[in-house]
């Protein structure tokens, strides 16, 4: 795969080890770890790795966005307390704000409910040069609907539209979504934050009993909880059907985040470089110009 080309050699974990190969059938926990932190044996190294990581995302920013062709549209979807936002905040943290935009999905409000499902991911779709981070996306479709099926109700969709074929047709709607994205110069990558259920009660509980963090707890979150084995046969189905050759998922370990935010560092690192991105070549004329203010410049009275 072009992406493993770009991994740094000393990269730290194998890449078959969260990548989900296209026709995979996915069975979650066996076939990911959870607590997986390849070779490194310590957060200190890990996270002298993720700063020279954070160093080169900001360069290749500045590249994707000089060259104005691709765009790169980063999924998060991920269970409670995976650590999808602090993921977003310190692998991210080096990246300049005019150039990349994070966009949560919550629950649909009614103007969203009166279009198709993909219509509020599509208005804010990032544009060239730009980084677009969907922190949950329209693979909520085909999670919390299909969870918890009086979302679906709440869509008014078409009588042919039944239970037995709705996620089928979703999936290849996705699918062909996805390849159309990348046809036209989206470069995708979608992660799933895999945490165990023992982490997450830990990070629960640690929620409730530090005052500090008591905001980011939800007693919805712990009601969610008890529908545990739904969401993870909803996402084996997820990666089964959308894992593709242009746009596969990445099951991230996410029981110990700094190895998540490490391992998600390095992948898109590598995947902006296999854009092959280089600064615009400017035509003669515009040489020329360059040289002529140059010239302005250099003779100008002080």
Known sequence: MTLAKHLPKRSGFDL??????????????????????????????AEEELEENVQQLTEQQDLL??????????????LDAAGKDGTIKHVMSGVNPQGCQVHSFKAPSVEELDHDYLWRTN???????????????????????????????????????????????????I???????TN?????????????????????????????KNWKFSAA???????????????EQVFTHTSTPWAPWFVIPADHKWFTRLCVSQLIVAKLKTLGLKYPTLAPDKVAALEKAKEELLNERE
């Open 184 to 212: 036209n110069g989206v470069a995708i990558l979608k992660f799933f934050l895999n945490v165990s259920k023992e982490e997450q009660k830990k990070r629960f509980l640690k929620r409730i009993e530090e005052p500090e």
């Open 175 to 181: 699918n062909h979504f996805e390849r159309y994205l």
């Open 221 to 235: 979150d712990v009601r969610e909880r008890q529908f545990w084995e739904k969401y993870i046969q909803a996402y």
């Open 123 to 173: 208005c804010r779709l990032p544009q060239r040069g730009q980084i677009g981070i969907f922190n949950r996306s329209y693979y909520e479709e085909v999670l919390i609907a299909r969870v918890h099926p009086e979302v679906l109700v709440q869509q008014h969709l078409p009588p042919a539209n039944d239970k037995k074929s709705v996620w089928k047709q979703r999936f290849d709607d």
């Open 16 to 45: 078959e080890k969260v990548i989900v190969a296209p026709n995979q059938t996915v069975h979650l926990p066996e076939d990911f770890d959870s607590s997986y932190t390849g070779s490194f044996k310590d957060k200190k190294q």
């Open 65 to 78: 966005y000089a060259n104005d062709t691709y765009s790169l549209l980063i999924v998060f979807q991920a």
